[in-house]
């Protein structure tokens, strides 16, 4: 527990329609103050003061959708590496994915993820459990027991749960226990084989591509089931424009239905395949400009409500593998926010206050956890922003195991400063 004096920053904190100079203070790991101008004085004689002179300060981001890897695959990252890189990039806050080995499908699992994460962990980390025992497909975990140790949601993420009438049951109990069911939507057999997205770049490349509808199909499935049962259906990455009509559509008839986007899928188009190899392979796959503008134009009307990374380490040998037998994903936890920055609030697609809500306070209230914003008395999680700040992405420096993203080298606007885990900064250099 830490007592913390932050002054003179740009206090945005959109759950509570904050946007003003001020300064915030935090004592025994809690916000106490947050205000005030000159006149808001500590309210701890012992807390450091950092000086946020010219910097924003918001709540702790937070990453809903993150592969931690371990247990089980540490040659790529560990709860230490990937959060460390969490902070790096701006989050307080992850919520890992269950695809580790063993997968995380017990209550006592969970509990093992919470214990390493006490010892080793930068920021706070909140995990999910499987919604299938073993990622199989075939038979429903003890979601009630998971539940009841602290998982905060449910996914499969990697696969999607073909079986309609498991996902039904799932999202029966969802609606019965309040928590998320996250869906990773890709047709099984409409995706067989598929190493990248089913278009001019595919065919010119002579690879399988996978379609559009592989996507919509499975987001249409899953929205009917939310719709039948009163769920809370979340759905992992949305990519195709089919998805965020159907995301909107669902919104509108008053399904349960969240969803999020990633900054590949918002920047990059297939093409980056030719220039980047394996650096651009992930599932779902890059699409199109016509797929980019759709979820840009998602996120700007709130169709898609939340901002994630899906961090997906993989060791540099596994992804040297080629396009056909690497494994998907690129890293994303360090590149985020000034990506957000750069692609999104610059060109005017989403005002600050916009884009810090879908990284604090809008994933908290789909976790359900009480985090994501500056009301007093909640963890005294913060991030600081120098929004002029302008930095080449220097992945070397990178505090994750692994190094494979497609935006290395790329000089980007608005980079985090600070995190602060419970009143405990701590500096990005
Ligand atoms: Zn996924």
């Known amino acids: 527990m830490s007592d913390a004096f932050i002054t003179n920053g740009r206090i945005i904190d959109p759950a509570n329609n904050i946007d003003e100079v001020g300064n915030l203070s935090i004592v025994n790991g809690k916000v106490k103050a947050v205000g005030g101008g000159e006149k808001h004085v500590s309210e701890s004689p012992s807390a450091t003061v950092y000086d946020a002179t010219g910097l924003i300060v918001t709540p702790g981001f937070i990453d809903m959708h993150v592969h931690l890897r371990e247990p089980g695959f540490e040659h790529k990252e560990t709860i230490a590496t990937g959060t460390a890189a969490a902070a790096a990039g701006g989050f307080t806050s992850v919520a890992c994915i269950a695809n580790t080995s063993p997968v995380i499908d017990t209550p006592e ?35 009630r027991g998971m539940r009841a140790a602290g998982a905060v949601g449910f996914s499969d993420d990697g696969v999607t ?150 961090h997906a380490p993989h060791a540099p040998e596994e992804k040297a593998q080629g396009m056909l037998e690497a494994p998907n994903g690129i890293i994303g936890l360090e590149t985020c926010v000034p990506l957000v920055w750069t692609f999104l609030v610059e060109p005017g697609h989403l005002t600050v206050a916009e884009a810090i809500a879908k990284m604090t306070s809008i994933p908290a209230n789909i976790l359900g956890i009480n985090r994501g914003t500056l009301s007093t008395g909640v963890v005294g999680d913060v991030t ?6 302008v930095n080449r992405v220097d992945v070397r420096k990178s505090r994750s195991k692994s190094q494979n993203t497609p935006f290395g080298g790329w000089e980007l606007k608005g980079w985090p400063a600070m995190t602060f885990k419970a009143g405990k900064g701590k500096l990005k250099t």
């Not at 909140?126 to 429903?140: H, R, W």
Request: hydrophobic share 45%; charged share 20%.
């Open 109 to 143: 699992k969970i509990e093992q993820i919470y214990d390493i994460a006490s010892e080793t962990a930068a920021t706070h980390v909140f995990p999910l459990g499987s919604i299938t025992k073993n990622l199989a497909g075939d038979e429903l975990t003890d979601m």
């Open 384 to 389: 600081t922003i120098n929004p002029d700040l």
């Open 161 to 310: 749960v073909m079986n309609a009438a498991l996902m039904r049951d799932a999202l029966a109990l969802s609606a019965e226990l309040g928590f998320p069911i996250m869906v990773h939507c890709e047709e099984h057999n409409l995706n067989a084989g598929a190493v990248m997205n089913l278009g001019e770049t595919s065919r010119k490349l002579g690879l399988l591509g996978s379609p559009n509808a592989a996507e919509d199909i499975i987001v249409a499935r899953d929205i009917m089931l939310a719709e039948m049962t009163g769920g809370h259906l979340h759905v992992l990455h949305v990519s195709t424009a089919g998805a965020v009509e159907l995301v909107r559509q669902g919104k509108r008839r008053g399904v349960h239905v969240t969803a999020e986007a990633c900054p590949h899928h918002w920047i990059l188009t297939d093409a980056e395949i030719e220039k980047q190899g394996t650096n651009a392979k992930m599932h779902p796959p890059l699409r199109t400009q016509t797929d980019i503008d759709a979820v840009i134009e998602g996120l700007r009307d709130g169709t898609i409500d939340a901002i994630a990374t899906d």
